[in-house]
């Protein structure tokens, strides 16, 4: 099994920039979808990103244009470039394998108003 561990949380004003990184104890070359999730305070985990082997992405509707998912498989991470936060973003955001149903445990992204 896959180790997940997550970096590059933290506090930052509303409009500010934060890249997530997510390292991988093993090869993710064989693992076809890798994601970002998150879940706020009161609320369910929701899916925020996915990107496939191939390069192929997908987001939610609320971070289209601001976030930007990315994977380098020869250094078994994957990244989420996170651009022009509001407050909304506020959440723990997980890496995940999701078909594989690995996660890491998850990193603090606060965005103050």
């Known amino acids: 099994q896959v180790q997940l561990v997550e970096s590059g949380g933290g506090l930052v004003h509303a409009g500010g920039s934060l890249r997530l990184s997510c390292a991988a104890s093993?090869?993710?070359?064989?693992?076809?979808?890798m994601g970002w999730y998150r879940q706020a305070p009161g609320k369910q985990r929701e899916y925020v990103a996915t990107?496939?082997?191939?390069?192929?992405?997908n987001y939610v509707e609320s971070v289209k244009g601001r976030f930007t998912i990315s994977r380098d498989n020869a250094k078994n991470t994957v990244s989420l470039q996170m651009n022009s936060l509001k407050p909304e973003d506020t959440a723990v955001y997980y890496c995940?394998?999701?078909?594989?149903?690995?996660w890491g445990q998850g990193t603090q992204v606060t965005v103050s108003s």
């Open positions: 093993g090869s993710i070359n064989s693992i076809n979808v």
């Open positions: 995940s394998s999701p078909i594989l149903n690995y």
């Open positions: 990107i496939s082997s191939g390069g192929r992405t």
